[in-house]
Every structure is written in structure tokens, then in C-alpha cells.
């Protein structure tokens, strides 16, 4: 597929105009990496997450949700591997002080920013630390944690000890992750500081093949409920090389983003060996008791990871429409109902009528009690015309317009985003349709 660079400049300033993500510190310069989510950005990304949790938590009865610290000892990451082996080779260069990947260079003698001399490629770590406590020492060092899947090992043996769960069951969790990625870009798609969705699930080791197949068609689903293209997305077996030093099988789901057809989430088998190492580290026994045989054994790890970032990112790919209504240009964001911001705004035809404006009002209180897992917008700004626009910048997928007839038969005009039709429907029906 061609890249198209100009739909992303078009993504980003929509994202920016409309309240959907920002620039992190914008009025400072801002800085590469880190970008904050408005209103919009947030309901949709909050969204996001309530889907993905609804499908692998709530809707299952194998796993347990839990909300682990983001903040992580050094102990846990230095048993995980990442302290010695999240880390890429770098070389930095003697005039400027820039880094780049050395396996990204054509000139390894030469900075391709200013010209000077490149230094040696040697490992450069992509955990960000912090001190815990009064002394700035290798004693108080710990880190961000660069995955959500650590704090769910150092969980394991809680909830074993909890909920006696059977094998097969999973532990999941949504949260903040950290990476101090060295070419941060593409706006959101490679950040610093990121969100994830994991699952660690746990299997005898003999079914790990059954469970990997299951957990892979569970993230087509997501794929699909959460709206992304799935003309634009293929899997990708990672080879033995490219793996990480955790997983002895991994796919890639890739997605064609404007810039390139890149890594949206990962599948990975993580054999046992996250908990094997926290058992030698910790000294703690971390095996379990397999119902069958009675015999106690060290689970193996099935891992789907979504970044919800990515996941954001590649909704709004995938929703982002240009077309002609009644003769003029438009943008709007064929977003899934229930991805969407707003489920629906209502408008009052001309905001200067009193009762058009008490009946608005009305109606939007009463959609309102009714509608407990959406948002509803009212919006008097503008003529008719540019609210609808607005609303289609942001994917609202019902607009309600309330004018004068409505006040003599208790009918409204309900838009629909995509179609741009109206139709003429009773104020009854209202919270049937828009549901
Ligand atoms: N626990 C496994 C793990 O963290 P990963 O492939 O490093 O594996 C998983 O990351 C997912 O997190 C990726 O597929 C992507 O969706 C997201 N992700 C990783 N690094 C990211 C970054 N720098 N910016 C945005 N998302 C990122």
C-alpha cells in the first residue's frame, strides 16, 4: 500500500483542533515521545479499554483483573531480564550527543545529523529510573516499569493463594508503561510513555499450542469490535532472532498505518520463564497444583499484549473519512457506536427561541437518565450546518434537532453520521434508536 504521509498531518491536527490528543507540554516546546489525551481523546480511548476489558476479564471466567504499581524494584526487573536485556545498540555521536540505532545506519562512522564521528554501538537502556527514598544511590534505584506483564507475575502467587484458580486461567491488567525509546515518532505510535492491555495466561506447559491459538482469535475479535480495518492488518511470524529474550514464539498483528505497515500487538509465548526466574530470584516457591495429577508444576505463559495507544491510533486510521455531502466537502470519523465520543448531540433549531431551547433541554435531560454507559452532547453554537459538521469531525453518529414542529407533534429530525440522512422520528423512539 502507498504511504500517505498527508492523512496522518490530517489525523494529528483534527486530533488537536477537536479536543482528541495534544502535544505534552506544548506551551513549553513540548517533548518528543509524550503526548496527553483531551475530552474526546480520552472517552475514545477510555472506550478502548472498556471493550478490550468486557472481552478478556468480565466476559470470562478464567481471568482475574488487578491494578499493580507503576513504579517496580529493581529486583523484578533484573530477574525479568529487561535490566540487562531491554536495551538496544546505539551510537552516539562525539559532536552532538545524538544517539542512533546502530542497525539503523548506513555510515557507521558518521553522524547523519552533523556530520561528526559515531562512537562505538554499545547498549543503551530503555528503562527509566527513579530513586525511592531520601538517597540518590544504587541502593534506592528502581524503575518505571517498561511493561504492564511484571506486575502480574509478582501478582501470581496472591491471586493463587486467593482464588485457587484451575489451570488454564489468566491474570490481566490496563496501565502506564515507560520506555526512554530513542526515536520516538509518528505520533502515537512510538511514545515513551505508553498504556497497555495484557493478559499473562497460564497453562500446563503441553497446552501452551491450544491456548495461543485461542488467545489469537480473541485478538481478531478485538480487532474487529474495536473497528479497526481488518483489510489493513496481517500477522507476522517474528523469527528467532528478532524474538524477545523472553519468548519462544511470537506473532506480530501489523497494521497499515500511513507511514508504514508496523507492529500493532503482540502474541507471545513466554514459556515459564518469567516465573522461573522470580522463583530463583525471590526464593519463593511459585509452582501450582495441577488439579489432575495432583503434582505441583511451574505454569507456562501465553501473552497477548495490546498497546492502547496503537490501538487508538489505528481506530482513527481506520475511521477517517473524506466525502461530498449536499454538494460540499467533508471530513468525518466512521467511528463504531460504541467507540464513539458521543453517542449522540441534540440541538435546539435556533438558540435565540426559548422554547425551542426549554424543549432541547428536555429531551437531553430525559436521553440523558436513560443513556448510563454514553455520552450525550448539547450544542447551540453555530448554525445547524456547522454543528453538524463538528459532530462528524468527531464521530458522533446521531445528531436530534429540535424546531418547531416538534413542539406541536413531539417529533425530531435524527441525522445519521454516515448516510448524512434525516429522518423524521418520534421523541419515544429516540433512546431505542441511539442505542
Ligand atoms: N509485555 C510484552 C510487551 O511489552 P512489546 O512488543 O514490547 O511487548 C507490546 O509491547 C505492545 O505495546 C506493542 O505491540 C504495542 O502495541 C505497544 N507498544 C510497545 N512499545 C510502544 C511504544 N514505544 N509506543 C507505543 N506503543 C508501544
Known sequence: MPKDPDLMEKIVSLCKRRGFVYPSFDIYGGLAGFFDYGPYGLALKNNIKNLWWKQFVTNREDVYGIDSVIVTKKEVLQASGHARGFADMLSECEKCKRRFRADHLE?????????????????????????????????????????????????????????????????????????????????????REIEQMEVEYFVKPEFWKDAFEMLRKEMVKFIETIGIRTDKVSELEISDEDRAHYSKRTIDFEFEFPFGKKELYGLAYRTDYDLGNHQSSSGVDLA????????????????PSLGVDRSFLAVLCSAYTEDELGGEKRVYLKLNKNLAPVRAAIFPLLKNKPELVSKAREVYE??????????????????????????????????????????????????????????????????RLIK
Open 288 to 303: 501450582c497444583l495441577d488439579e489432575e495429577t495432583k503434582e505441583k508444576i511451574l505454569p507456562h505463559v501465553i501473552e
Open 107 to 191: 555510515n557507521t562512522n558518521k553522524c547523519p545529523e552533523c556530520g561528526g564521528k559515531l562512537g562505538e554501538a554499545r547498549h543503551f537502556y530503555m528503562m527509566l529510573e527513579t530513586h525511592i527514598g531520601a538517597a540518590e544511590d544504587e541502593a534506592s534505584l528502581a524503575y518505571l516499569r517498561p511493561e504492564t506483564a511484571q506486575g502480574i507475575f509478582t501478582n501470581f502467587k496472591n491471586i493463587v493463594d486467593s482464588f485457587h484458580p484451575k489451570l488454564p486461567f489468566g491474570i490481566a491488567q490496563i496501565g502506564k508503561a515507560f520506555r526512554n525509546e530513542i526515536a520516538p515518532r509518528d505520533f502515537l505510535f512510538r511514545l
Open 366 to 431: 430525559s436521553l440523558k437518565l436513560s443513556a448510563n454507559s454514553y455520552q450525550l452532547a448539547y450544542d447551540d453554537n453555530g448554525n445547524i450546518g456547522k454543528r453538524y459538521r463538528r459532530q462528524d469531525e468527531i464521530g458522533t453518529p446521531f445528531c436530534i434537532t429540535i424546531d418547531f414542529d416538534t413542539l406541536e407533534d413531539n417529533t425530531v429530525t435524527l441525522r445519521d453520521r454516515d448516510s448524512g440522512e434525516q429522518t423524521r422520528v418520534k421523541i419515544e423512539e429516540l433512546i
